[in-house]
């Protein structure tokens, strides 16, 4: 590839020194998005050129906004965000690293004083095309096309002629690992130019109808430009429109292709951007693989693989990793092995990543995914100045962020709250109410640190289109806490069943939302008078029971709450025993997950003071409820899983003996029931948390089971195995092993194996003192019984 240039046009329109391509205005410097090695080329040219302005390929909306990319607080990566006024959720991104040559130009033009503008089709016509069309416009894969049929990289395209099969390392040899100063500054564009006019006589327009019109509106832009300046116009653009702007076209044909476009109003900011989201596994279509070897490949000053090979280092020490800075060296000398042997001017990423995994790693790719994740791709996040445009509730989160120290990170990361401390408590309610809001910036998860309503453990990762989500958001209000209310009562009116609202009360609870609370109790009361569906009933009461514990640690009153649930699991007490006869086994272990969550509601519920027992000798709500568990119990038209579920759940509330669970076991497993019937009992008495240890700590419980199961016949025992299978596989190995090892020993040695002691340890009938006594004295160590201090005091003797 070679260009046609015999000169460059200074600032004052005259020719300049070093040649440029094409020998007349503008000066059109082709790049691809997001490549290092053209945001230094594009330096470099700019240098050589000084031209009077800079038109960048963007959307025009944004110029107002090129003089915050010289504020201090600006840190790529960002990304101009444009939505669409009426409908913030038809949005459009424009992300830029310090690496892109869009970014290197518009910051060369703030430093040299020269003026900058963004000649792309205007976001309002982009945003009225549409998402895929405004992804388009966003970052289109430059230098990357799409044939009329099937897509067509040119890169690949290029690759292939020159002998390469690796489109992106062909890239690295020929671009990326081109040093600045590597001769004429203007040569690379000049040969890119050439190769993107021979692709697009053979392409066309790749496919893409719309392109045609970007590109009229771009050369009206370039014209105005010149006219304007006289002269000393760069371009910085796309390659695949290099070829588009350099055609002579009349001003009548381009201003026909842009008559008639859709219009949207739209607003435009500044937003954070993240390398994970620059990286192309993140479905970003003008992507790239690896966005953290790019930025280290711009930012360091020399030795780039050396420098590389100490951030790696550097890493798997953090990681506990024996790294020392022989492996390094050895590291380096490998890489630049194999990029001679591989033909390669310098070592790229396929080496590193070689001699890394070889040498750092040994040969392992657990590490090296980690060096992938963290360095290939990326966690680093940009910033972006607080006098950025910003919907009203932006700026309130960002109040209160920066108020309650939870800074936005790219990085996942676990955040442990104590609720009982205040800067934590103002934490949980931001977060919760951005859930509320439909801005998932944190989850719920399981907390390492125990339980309690007074902890809360959260996940955290800010992604981009979170911004996207609080502009969405802005219609409900312009502070967190008045959009959070409004929409809450809103979702309340608009709720479609029960459920949805009791998990609306609990969640008004957690975001502490008192205003919407009213709203969200009338709606309860309600749908809940009205619902007459057992199964609707059963699956709204956990959620509102759970509501009533938080009372206690963020001090709202649930006095009201409490009472309607009290009278929710009133109406599922009557209605349940009904509901569960003549069920199906789908409907039946359906209807034991709803026994399961009333359950556990009503052991928290008996302990508030609307529920507790009366004193007139009358039972409570924790005894109603066991006698409506005592009915599933006994009554034969009840499935087979509720009536073993309703027998496990009362032995474990202490109101049936050993003895009695036994007989009820004994009578559903006896020779008329039958196998299905039985096998569906077992399931629901054993299944579920606990139900392993029974068997193991009850060997009258595990001699009935083993009974039954074999006098199953034999052309039932496949039908039986399935429900069987499901229950057992659920326990953990070791309950598991205990279980096969007290069968293996036989129905007739079980006790007497234990009393003898010969049978499993810790299993006899009396408890085995000698073994208990081996115990002690690591017990009183941990206790610190036997320390000096405690042996003068005479404690623990």
């Not at 008004?508 to 919407?516: K, Y």
Request: contains cysteine; charged residues 25%; proline residues 7%.
């Amino acid at each position: 590839m070679t260009g046609g240039n015999d000169g460059a046009v200074g600032r004052d329109g005259t020719a300049a020194p070093g040649g440029r391509p094409g020998s007349v205005e503008p000066l059109l410097l082709g790049v691809r998005h997001h490549g290092p090695g053209s945001a230094r080329a594009v330096r470099a040219a700019l240098d050589a050129a000084l031209p009077r302005v800079v038109l960048i390929e963007g959307p025009p909306e944004a110029d107002a906004l090129i003089p915050l990319a010289a504020d201090e607080e600006m840190r790529p990566p960002v990304a101009l965000l444009a939505h669409a006024v009426d409908e913030p959720g038809r949005s459009a991104f424009w992300p830029l690293a310090e690496f892109s040559p869009e970014w290197v130009a518009v910051r060369w033009a703030l430093d040299h004083d020269v003026p900058a503008r963004f000649i792309d089709l205007p976001a309002t016509h982009t945003l009225a095309w549409g998402t895929d069309t405004a992804e388009e416009a966003a970052g289109e894969p430059e230098p990357s096309a799409a044939g009329a049929d099937v897509r067509v990289d040119p890169l690949a395209v290029l690759a292939e002629a020159a002998g390469h099969d690796d489109p992106e390392r062909w890239w690295e040899d020929v671009v990326e690992h081109r040093g600045a100063g590597d001769g004429d500054p203007f040569a690379p564009f000049a040969a890119l130019e050439e190769a993107m006019g021979s692709l697009r006589e053979v392409y066309g327009v790749g496919g893409h109808d719309r392109d045609l019109v970007r590109e009229a509106y771009m050369r009206l832009q370039v014209r105005a430009a010149r006219r304007e300046f006289g002269g000393g116009v760069a371009v910085v653009c796309g390659a695949w429109h290099v070829p588009a702007l350099r055609e002579r076209t009349t001003v009548a044909a381009d201003r026909a292709l842009l008559k008639g476009l859709p219009k949207v109003k739209a607003d435009m900011t500044w937003v954070p951007w993240t390398y994970r989201r620059l990286a192309r596994a993140g479905g970003y279509g003008a992507g790239i693989d690896s966005p953290g070897w790019y930025g280290h490949l711009f930012a360091a000053p020399d030795r780039p693989v050396e420098r590389w090979m100490t951030k790696v280092a550097g890493l798997l020490r953090d990681e506990d990793r024996l790294v020392s800075s022989a492996h390094v060296i050895e590291a380096v000398r490998l890489a630049d092995t194999l990029a001679a042997l591989r033909g390669r001017p310098l070592p790229g990423l396929g080496e590193t990543t070689d001699a890394v995994r070889a040498v750092m790693c040994d040969g392992s790719d657990v590490p090296l995914a980690l060096v992938h994740d963290r360095l290939v791709v990326g966690d680093v996040m940009g910033e972006v100045p607080a006098s950025a445009p910003a919907v009203p509730l932006q700026r309130d989160l960002t109040r209160l962020q920066r108020r309650l120290r939870l800074k936005p990170e790219a990085s996942e990361r676990e955040l442990e709250l104590d609720l009982r401390k205040e800067t934590d408590a103002g934490r949980s309610r931001l977060l919760h109410r951005l859930r509320l809001l439909g801005v998932a910036w944190g989850e719920p998860a399981v907390s390492r640190g125990g339980t309690g309503t007074f902890r809360e453990t959260w996940r955290l990762r800010w992604e981009p289109e979170l911004s996207v989500r609080v502009a969405e958001a802005g219609v409900w209000g312009t502070t967190v806490l008045g959009a959070a209310t409004a929409k809450a009562e809103a979702d309340a009116v608009g709720a479609r069943g029960l459920a949805e609202v009791t998990e609306l009360a609990e969640q008004c609870l957690l975001a502490e939302l008192p205003d919407a609370l009213p709203t969200v109790m009338r709606v309860l009361v309600d749908r809940a008078a009205l619902d007459t569906d057992v199964g609707h009933l059963a699956q709204a009461l956990p959620a509102l029971v759970r509501s009533l514990r938080y009372g206690d640690v963020r001090g709202t009153d649930t006095g009201a709450l409490a009472e309607v649930a009290a009278g929710l699991a009133e109406r599922v007490f009557v209605g349940l025993p009904p509901a569960c006869a003549a069920l199906d086994a789908d409907a039946a272990e359906e209807m034991r997950r709803h026994v399961d969550a009333v359950h556990g509601a009503v052991g928290l519920l008996g302990e508030t003071a609307a529920a507790a027992e009366p004193r007139d000798g009358r039972k409570g709500l924790r005894g109603r409820w066991q006698a409506v568990l005592g009915v599933l119990s006994a009554r034969d038209t009840v499935p087979g899983v509720l009536r073993g579920r309703a027998v496990r759940l009362l032995l474990d509330d202490g109101v049936l003996g050993q003895e009695e669970a036994a007989r009820l076991m004994g009578l559903a497993l006896s020779p008329g029931t039958p196998p299905g019937d039985a096998a569906a009992w077992i399931e629901g008495f054993v299944g579920g948390g606990g139900g392993g240890m029974l068997l193991v700590h009850d060997e009258r419980l595990l001699g009935l089971v083993d009974g039954w199961l074999t006098r199953v016949p034999a052309e039932a025992f496949t039908d039986v195995l399935p429900l069987l299978r499901r229950t057992f596989s659920a326990y953990e190995p070791g309950v598991r092993r205990t279980l096969g090892e007290l069968v293996r020993r036989g129905p007739g040695a079980r006790g007497s194996v234990a009393g003898t002691g010969g049978g499993l340890p810790g299993f006899a009938p009396e408890p085995d003192a000698e073994r208990a006594d081996a115990v002690v004295p690591v017990v009183r160590l941990l206790l610190g019984l036997d320390s000096e201090e405690n042996r003068l005091a005479g404690v623990g003797t």
